[in-house]
């Protein structure tokens, strides 16, 4: 088995062709062929399913594409290291994120101390962003709420709490009212959060806790879609204050006696704890974080 049949591999597994994995090798297709061949002769394992000229994985060609991912993210650090200078000049982070809050200040602050970086962002709820960064496909990860893994490094940047929302008329958000109280929401009509989100998670512990069971009439993936469903009426919601965004149709009210926090967390893969990509981002988020304290 040689390196440039399990770099040929890979291509084909990321782009499901031939033809266009060639074209990122910049080698011919025949060549490529011949090698992704080789590989699966060599130790008798199908790799692919040829479908017309797509290419699918076999159960074992997903298997070794997590270990080529990890294989492509070590060359890409060795890269940086051998030909970058003590100051990052060129690269790409990527990171993954719950939502836009925080991570838009680090990524501000980082491309501050690092503007030929190129940077991309991936938003989704804490199962897929975590997901996305124990494939490779992400760097690192703001996430609100981590459990312990022997194969994540993660350390808290802030904490803030989560308010119960309502739409203006609702009497539990009446102008006159300055918080509420958890137990108030038992059998109110709420429109939730997906499961994997954080604020689902801390709502329903708190909830629970509580003996709470509210009538949950929605549940929706995005913060966005759920600020428009309270609004309109369908019920009440839960949304960290630091995420909360003022609307004339809606009012946030505190939570008064149940303990309910988002948390940010920044978070990396363990065995990429040394990468100097990594490594910079940690220092500016540590730097911002000492700051604000």
Known sequence: MRYTQLRSFHAVAETESVTAAANRLNISQPTLTTQIRQLEEEYAVELFVRTGRRMRLTDAGRELQQITRRMIADE???RHFLTESRELRTGHLRVGAVGPFHVTEMLVAFHARYPEIEISVSIGNSNIVLRNLLEFESDVAVLAYVENDERLWFSQY??????????????????????ISITELDGQPMVAREHGSNTRRASDEAMAKANVRPKIVMEIGSREAVREAVASGVGFGFVSSAEYIADDRIRSLPVVDAEIFNYAHIVCRQDRLQSRMISAFLDVTRALHSTDL
């Open 76 to 78: 890409a650090d060795a």
């Open 158 to 179: 802030s904490e803030s709490p989560i308010v119960a929302f309502g739409r203006r008329d609702h009497p539990l958000f009446a102008p006159d009212r300055e918080h």
